[in-house]
Nanobody
Framework: QVQLVESGGGLVQAGGSLRLSCAAS????????MGWYRQAPGKQRELVAH???????NYAGSVKGRFLISRGNAKNTVYLQMNSLKPEDTAVYYC???????????WGQGTQVTVSS
């Protein structure tokens, strides 16, 4: 059974930085693409950053230039470096793993990020 575990969330002041980490355990397959999504209270879950199997990155316009997604050296790990955080970045952040061989994707349980003004 695959489990994605996020860490690194917390409370930070506006202008600060956080680094989110995600690691998949229990998997023998590769996450071909990985990404980060977020959901703020009363809003739909939205894409924050995505890293394709070919290394192509895609960012939400609201975070472009402030956030950086990267894969770790360990299998099925992904990071999200978040700089110049704003109160509107407050949300639960979810890690996503997309496996082509499994023909499905997997989600973590989420980590709370709160940015105070």
């Amino acid at each position: 059974q695959v489990q994605l575990v996020e860490s690194g969330g917390g409370l930070v002041q506006a202008g600060g930085s956080l680094r989110l980490s995600c690691a998949a355990s229990g998997s023998i397959f590769r996450c071909d693409a990985m990404g980060w999504y977020r959901q703020a209270p009363g809003k739909q879950r939205e894409l924050v950053a995505h890293l394709s199997t070919g290394g192509i990155t895609n960012y939400a316009g609201s975070v472009k230039g402030r956030f950086l997604i990267s894969r770790g050296n360990a299998k099925n790990t992904v990071y999200l470096q978040m700089n110049s955080l704003k109160p509107e970045d407050t949300a639960v952040y979810y890690c996503n793993c997309d496996s082509f061989t499994q023909r499905r994707d997997y989600w973590g349980q989420g980590t709370q990020v709160t940015v105070s003004s």
